[in-house]
């Protein structure tokens, strides 16, 4: 098939995938076993319970509360028999609790084969269904409602640090045991987990060593965590899942990190894996990878094993839009297939690949990203084919940038860390703010693609024919020509072209020659056909334990309101210029206390969440951050607050430095130019009215303060 026909009759996007998907085996072997023989033995839960042969358990609400180390019901050493649940709910703490507070796991399946557990709700524990060495197990039928979740700290107007996930550690069961789950899997084969749904939690499911599982019509949405997150897990299928919303780490407008939320994880060596026709919107990000520290830190050579990413993964027809972040991300990967996915509105990349060889990315819908379309960092034999790309600040990044921690270190060692030999093509740019930007790349072709610009927007600087240095810049312009003579808007610098050859990369012309195979499932996955309109990353609206489910009619939630005792406190804020060579605070305090004399604003603010305060409007009549700028700024606040008496938690969110006074003695101080960090002082504070001093001073970049006051019981 010559390129033209390819692109006229746009097969590519579905032979290259449904290829994939066949040569990783995506359906080769699936169970799907037909119903098990129940022996009813009608049986109601007073405690922890060994469950021998098949069970139906009695109809009706079982409240059963954690018991120190056992599980509320333990299945182990048995095979081919199934569990009914149908018609019974189990728990752990009645619903409604704080999620922060549950501990323990509902039923422990060890060491079974050709186990079902089926129908019921479960709740009100740490994990609600782990499995642990086995094998065939299935889970079907089930809802989940309150397990446990962490307590957010973030508040509206700004993140704590406290929040931010750890993804990066689970060889000895972090995952489970830091973040619990509705259902957790370690060291299990061909399991199946189907039509199962969940809310009120932090995370759906995690696979850590998981293989050959099939994972569809499930319904894991509105996590404060992760929907789906698997560790050294390969081969597994997943298909046709709602993952939406699991998100942290956002309030609309003001902050966007994600906190490494995502609808669906993988890190450290899961390959291999099929995941097609699943919906995780409305994430930190849609799907995240990374490679993870077996290779990044050179721990797999150390072991004397070949280091793997996650690698050789196929995401086919996903829906990951409105993402806080990216709605793709991968470090540290090779040979993975993004392929017919949406991944428009999101706040920093559509696709984000760093470090990454060979990653395939065709036929998808990338638009209205405020960042980069696509990005490929110190990537290797990349192709980039056939995608829309609308209304990007950018549309698509191929960039070197020096990184001397990856490359002088493990990865460094063991990877091509250059940005080299990608092929561009067929792709369509429209109404980008800019197309291209392409910075220290090598071997570069660009074929058939659709542009907008007559060459005036298009800047090139030390740009060469990788294959002729005799040949001139008109030459190399020529080759980024669109089909009908258009040129990208943009820029290219220290790079150089190939100009194509009318052929497609040995690895389209492979994967065209494959077939298709059938998928698990049949759930809708996306919104609007589902009748659901989500909208925007302005739909996200956190409460303490995770995002509000609009959809399901729930009140919207109180979101946390900083400042404990000095929320309500009025302070006196006073905001002033100053320069680093004459009133330094961090050389010259008495200087740069003097400035606050002759302000350039002054206001009276009520609490103080923000180097701003929260005042709409000065004494001098101008908004607070108009008046004062962005860096080199001061503020000084006055208030009194009254307690009742006895210890307090003094909590402090900086960027940069800060100092509080209470009644005239040094209560807390980080006073450094720095990152945003929280630290926190435990004060003794008699009864009655103190009076509190702020001082707080920017130098540049990012910026936040809170300080709290909350008496400690």
Not at 42 to 60: I, K, N, V
Not at 424 to 435: E, P, V, W
């Amino acid at each position: 098939m010559s390129i033209d026909c390819l692109k006229s009759s746009f097969l590519l996007p579905r032979a290259f995938c449904l290829g994939i998907l066949l040569l990783l085996g995506a359906c080769a072997g699936s169970k799907n076993p037909s119903p098990l023989p129940i022996q009813v033995i009608d049986w109601t839960p007073a405690g922890p319970h060994a469950l021998q042969g098949g069970t139906r358990l009695t109809p009706g609400s079982h409240l059963v509360p954690s018991s120190e180390g056992q599980p509320c019901l333990l299945i182990e050493n048995q095979s081919g028999v199934a569990f009914d649940l149908a018609g019974a709910e189990l728990r752990g703490a009645a619903l409604g609790e704080d999620l922060d507070a549950l501990t323990g796991i509902g039923i422990l399946v060890r060491n079974c084969r050709d186990v079902t557990i089926k129908g019921g709700s479960l709740g009100g524990w740490k994990t609600c269904i782990l499995v642990e060495d086995s094998s065939g197990i299935v889970l079907e039928d089930l809802t989940f409602d309150g397990w446990y979740g962490m307590r957010l700290l973030s508040s509206f107007v700004a993140e704590d640090e406290a929040d931010w996930l750890r993804p990066y550690e689970n060889d000895e069961g972090q995952w489970q045991q830091r973040y619990g789950a509705a259902i957790s899997l370690t060291r299990a084969a061909q399991p199946i987990i189907r039509r199962c749904r969940g809310r009120h939690g932090q995370n759906g499911i995690l696979f850590s060593a998981v293989e050959g599982a099939s994972v569809y019509d499930n319904d894991f949405s509105f996590m404060s965590g992760w929907g789906l997150a698997l560790w050294r897990s390969s081969k597994n299928t997943i298909t046709r899942n709602l993952f939406d919303f699991c998100v942290r780490g956002h309030s609309h407008g003001t902050y966007w990190s994600g906190q490494y939320s995502a609808g669906i994880l993988l890190i450290e060596s899961s390959c291999e894996n099929v995941v097609a026709f699943n919906s995780a919107t409305h994430g930190g990000a849609g799907v995240f990878l990374h490679g993870g520290h077996d290779l990044t830190r050179g721990l797999a050579r150390d072991r004397g094993e070949i280091a793997k990413g996650c690698d050789n993964n196929v995401f086919w027809g996903n829906d990951l839009r409105h993402a806080v972040v990216n709605c793709f991300e991968e470090n540290f990967c090779t040979g993975n297939l993004i392929v017919q996915s949406r991944l428009s509105g999101s706040h920093q990349y559509g696709i984000w690949g760093d470090y990454s060889s060979s990653l395939v990315v065709v036929g998808n819908e990338i638009h209205d990203t405020r960042g980069v379309g696509i990005s490929i960092e110190h990537g290797q034999d990349c192709v980039v084919a056939d995608n829309d790309l609308a209304r990007n600040d950018l549309a698509l990044k191929l960039s070197w940038e020096e990184d001397l921690k990856m490359m002088d270190g493990p990865l460094g060692e063991q990877r091509d860390t250059t940005s080299r030999d990608h092929w561009i093509g067929l792709n369509r740019f429209k109404s980008n703010d800019q197309d291209l930007l392409l910075r220290k790349s090598s071997g570069i072709v660009f074929a058939n693609n659709d542009f907008e610009g007559d060459g005036e927007d298009l800047n090139l600087e030390q740009v060469s024919a990788a294959l002729d240095e005799t040949l001139n810049q008109a030459t190399v312009r020529a080759w980024l020509q669109g089909t009908d003579g258009e040129l990208p808007r943009g820029s290219l610098s220290e790079t150089s072209l190939i100009p194509h050859d009318g052929r497609q990369p040995e690895l389209l012309r492979r994967v065209l020659k494959m077939q298709t195979p059938v998928l698990l499932g049949s759930q809708v996955i996306i919104a609007e056909e589902r009748g659901v309109e989500y909208g925007g990353l302005e739909s996200i609206a956190m409460g303490s334990f995770g995002p509000w489910d609009f959809p399901s009619g729930e009140e919207r939630p109180e979101q946390r309101r900083p400042g404990g005792l000095l929320a309500d406190a009025s302070f006196d804020c006073r905001w002033f210029s100053w320069s680093e060579a004459e009133s330094d605070p961090r050389g010259s305090l008495d200087g740069w206390r003097a400035l606050a004399e002759t302000p350039l604003a002054q206001a009276i603010c009520l609490g103080l969440v923000s180097p701003y305060g929260n005042a709409a409007e000065t004494t001098k009549g101008a908004a607070t951050r108009t008046a004062v700028g962005l860096d080199h700024f001061g503020l000084i606040a006055h208030t009194r607050v009254e307690t009742q008496g006895g210890n307090h938690l003094l909590r402090v969110t900086s960027d940069d430095g800060v100092r509080v006074m209470i009644n005239g003695r040094l209560a807390y101080e980080d006073w450094t130019w720095h990152a945003t960090r929280t630290g926190e002082a435990v004060l003794e504070l008699s009864p009655g009215v103190h009076d509190v001093v702020i001082e707080y001073f920017q130098i540049d970049g990012t910026l936040a303060l809170i300080v709290e006051l909350e008496a400690m019981f």
